[in-house]
């Protein structure tokens, strides 16, 4: 797309706004301490960002705090277990970012001696680590000169620019603005763009009369909430399946690990069929008295799963031999995605 950029955003005017109405989050250097010298730990910056993908603050500050309890360093969380990992991330979902940041403590270990490194070049070389990412750790920790750019960012430079199209069909023209407006507290402009974002500016909202960036805003003109243009919306296609929660005479059930790749890799499920597109019969995983205890329905990113619960209680332990059994006292300690918690509830055991 071709769009003409104005001129820089006011990066003093949002500086005066942030030291004013900076958040005060858990993994935060506020203004007033930056300015007296402390310093951001990368190692948190990082672990912050990478939790915040796809989630909200709210739903990431226990998890953050916990994470930071049990590894409170790059070398600690190395050290831990991918498992014990995975099940601390349990509810946060996007597996795979939970992996990756295991891979890359390792990596941070090993190719740097637990020195988690800021420049956006370094960053960018390990694993698990995009673009985004790396810009952020590298503004946030240590001041480099880039652009950071979040779903909060994107929707204050579409609607400061008044954006004709989606962002996704934009992503040159914002990325551009908000690079070229980057001043020398690099850190503190990209967290203060996230909070006009997440409180001025916001999805549902838009104070346009409290933003600094208000006299420069091309989208105060009309009506800011209609911005930015929402992409036309692929419909999400439908999965079926089933899943066969087994429990022995004692009560406790029976889980197995998924495979090491694909979709929830490495987590805790209870056994299942395919998820097809047609709902064909079921095929439990042998004979027994099964009954069906409801219905499971979860939105993943590109489809919608809905799951038959079935439930039986087995003597016959031989024929369940990849897996383990737990008690429903321990599922609590068990990497089960959110799917299959909801899973285990429908059976009786939330």
């Known amino acids: 797309m071709s769009h003409s950029i104005p001129q820089p955003l006011d990066a003093e005017a ?198 600094p960036l208000q006299p420069g805003c091309a989208g105060t003109m009309n009506d800011p909430l209609k911005l930015p243009v929402k992409p036309a919306k692929a419909e999400r296609p439908v999965r079926h399946g089933h899943a066969f929660v087994i429990r022995d005479a004692a009560g406790d059930v029976y889980l197995r690990a998924r495979p090491d790749k694909g979709l929830l890799a490495k987590m805790t499920e209870v056994p299942g069929s395919d998820w097809t597109g047609d709902n064909r019969d079921m095929a439990p995983p042998f004979v027994s008295d099964w009954r069906k205890a409801g219905h499971v329905t979860h939105i993943f990113t590109h489809f919608r799963l809905e799951l038959d619960v079935w439930t039986t209680v087995t003597r016959d332990l031989q024929r369940l031999s990849d897996g383990w059994w737990a008690a429903p006292s321990e599922l609590g300690a068990e990497a089960l995605p959110s799917l299959y918690r909801k899973v285990l509830a429908v059976a009786g055991l939330g």
């Open 14 to 211: 949002v500086l005066l706004w942030y030291d004013r109405h900076a958040r005060d989050l858990p993994w935060r250097i506020s203004p007033a301490d930056r300015a007296l010298g402390v310093k951001p730990d990368p190692y948190r910056v990082w672990l912050s960002e990478v939790m915040l993908q796809q989630t909200t603050v709210a739903a990431v500050v226990n998890y953050y705090r916990r994470f930071l309890s049990l590894w409170p360093t790059v070398a600690d969380l190395a050290a831990a277990p991918i498992d014990a990992v995975l099940v601390e991330w349990a509810g946060l979902g996007y597996y795979a970012r939970a992996r990756n940041l295991h891979a890359c403590a390792v990596a941070v270990v090993e190719r740097h001696g637990g020195r988690f490194p800021t420049s956006h070049a370094e960053l960018l070389a390990l694993p698990g680590i995009g673009p985004y990412t790396a810009a952020a750790v590298a503004a946030i920790a240590a001041d480099e000169r880039v652009a950071v750019v979040d779903g909060n960012v994107d929707r204050v430079a579409a609607r400061y620019l008044a954006l004709p199209v989606p962002v996704r069909d934009a992503k040159d023209v914002v990325r551009a603005l908000v690079q070229a407006s980057v001043p020398a507290r690099s850190g503190d402009f990209a967290q203060a763009l996230m909070d006009l974002g997440a409180t001025i500016c916001a999805p549902r909202a838009a104070l346009c009369m409290l933003c």
